[in-house]
Structures are given as structure tokens and as C-alpha cells.
Antibody, heavy 122, light 112 residues
Framework: QITLQESGPILVKPTQTLTLTCSLS??????????VAWIRQSPGKALEWLAV???????RYTSTLKRRLTITKGTSKNQVVLIMTDMDPMDTATYFC??????????????WGPGALVTVSS | DIVMTQSPDSLAVSLGERATVNCKPS????????????LAWYQQKPGQPPRLLIY???ARESGVPDRFTGSGSGTDFTLTISRLQADDVAVYYC?????????FGQGTKVEI
């Protein structure tokens, strides 16, 4: 059974750095073609893709937040970490990690974590 | 970036009737590799993550009821829910996975 689970702080102060961890189960990010992405959803708003990391350690970011984002594999091979610097109240959102497949062509997000609500407030 | 525009923003449908959600990408989603349109549909219920329903325009994800049907081509795509059930009340999103940055529509709320 494939599962993803986000973890991290529920409250951060403006200008602080957010670190979120996605724990993977039932699949490996070492498998060719596998990728894990981060997507966020502001309260009552639509979904926004943030970053993706591929099985081969390749990474891609949304251009609007690229200077603030870092996505890496965790110290455990079954974890993906998202770091977002200089947090602002506008970054208050539920942060999801999700699995996708990249091969001849990309594939949509077929498994999602339940999400982690992060509030940015002083 | 590919902009995904959904319509309507919300709709109310009677139980057992048909719901139709439209999605219009700002450019073609046709993959040169697969000759398929890189268009997916998700269902999101309150407090839950999105659930993948449809990919490649019309392919149903495993376990998705056949009352959910995707169709379309070019820059016009449709999700149809035939015989609406109470469990189908949710927000539906389209997403393009043709090119980065992957983008979503703004969502369509389907109510009874």
C-alpha cells in the first residue's frame, strides 16, 4: 500500500524558515521514473505546484518561489524534505506531498499525503 | 505557464442527474511522446487531499466509478458525472501535466 505523510511545524513566524518532511511508504524514490512533488493550497483556494524531486536527484521548482525553495531527499531514503525560507503570512496553506511518475511522458499525482496545515503568524 | 480555466465555478445538480465541468487550457496539452492529452481530473472533499479520477483525458484511475467520464481534445476538456450521487459532492480540479510548471484549474464546486 502506497502512502505519503507530511510532517512539520503547524505555526511559523514571519521571516522564519519552514522545513517539511514527506515520509514515503510502499514505494521507493530510488526506483527509475518515480518522483515526489510538493503542492500547496491556501485556505479556500486552488492548488499550486511548488517543487518536484526525481529518482535521479533532479529537481525543478515553480519560478515564482524558486529562490525560496529547496527540495531534497532526506537522510532516510524514504523521505523528501521541502525547505521554504522567509515565510510570510501569504504562505499560510495546507502543504501536500504527492507521488508522480516521469518516463516517456509525465504522469499526474496518483497518491497524496493528507496534508499539513502551516500557519504563518507572529 | 499554461493557464487552466474551469467553468463554472460552482453548480448545483439534482441527485441522479448529470454534472458537467469544463476545463480550458491556454495551449495544447498534446504529448509528442504519447499522442495523448496530458490532462487530469481530481476530486477533493473537505479536509481531504485531492483524489486522482481521470488522466490522459479519459482514462479512469483504478477504483473510480464509471459514472465519471472525461472527454475532450485541443483546448476544451470536460468531466461528466452521470447519475450524481450524494458522495460526489466535492470540488473538482483539472490539471495539466504536459509541461512544467504543472498547473491546476481554479476548481469547480459541485453541490446537490
Amino acid at each position: 500500500q502506497i502512502t505519503l505523510q507530511e510532517s512539520g511545524p503547524i505555526l511559523v513566524k514571519p521571516t522564519q524558515t519552514l522545513t517539511l518532511t514527506c515520509s514515503l511508504s510502499g514505494f521507493s524514490l530510488e526506483t527509475s521514473g518515480v518522483a515526489v512533488a510538493w503542492i500547496r493550497q491556501s485556505p479556500g483556494k486552488a492548488l499550486e505546484w511548488l517543487a518536484v524531486i526525481y529518482w535521479d536527484d533532479g529537481t525543478r521548482y515553480t519560478s515564482t518561489l524558486k529562490r525560496r525553495l529547496t527540495i531534497t531527499k532526506g537522510t532516510s531514503k524514504n523521505q523528501v524534505v521541502l525547505i521554504m525560507t522567509d515565510m510570510d503570512p501569504m504562505d499560510t496553506a495546507t502543504y501536500f506531498c504527492a507521488r508522480t511518475i516521469s518516463g516517456v511522458a509525465d504522469f499526474p499525482f496518483d497518491h497524496w499525503g493528507p496534508g499539513a496545515l502551516v500557519t504563518v503568524s507572529s | 505557464d499554461i493557464v487552466m480555466t474551469q467553468s463554472p465555478d460552482s453548480l448545483a445538480v439534482s441527485l441522479g442527474e448529470r454534472a458537467t465541468v469544463n476545463c480550458k487550457p491556454s495551449q495544447t496539452l498534446l504529448s509528442n511522446s504519447t499522442n495523448e492529452n496530458c490532462l487530469a481530473w481530481y476530486q477533493q472533499k473537505p479536509g481531504q487531499p485531492p483524489r486522482l479520477l481521470i488522466y490522459w483525458t479519459s482514462a479512469r484511475e483504478s477504483g473510480v466509478p464509471d459514472r465519471f467520464t472525461g472527454s475532450g481534445s485541443g483546448t476544451d476538456f470536460t468531466l461528466t458525472i452521470s447519475r450524481l450521487q450524494a458522495d460526489d459532492v466535492a470540488v473538482y480540479y483539472c490539471q495539466q501535466f504536459h509541461s512544467l510548471p504543472w498547473t491546476f484549474g481554479q476548481g469547480t464546486k459541485v453541490e446537490i
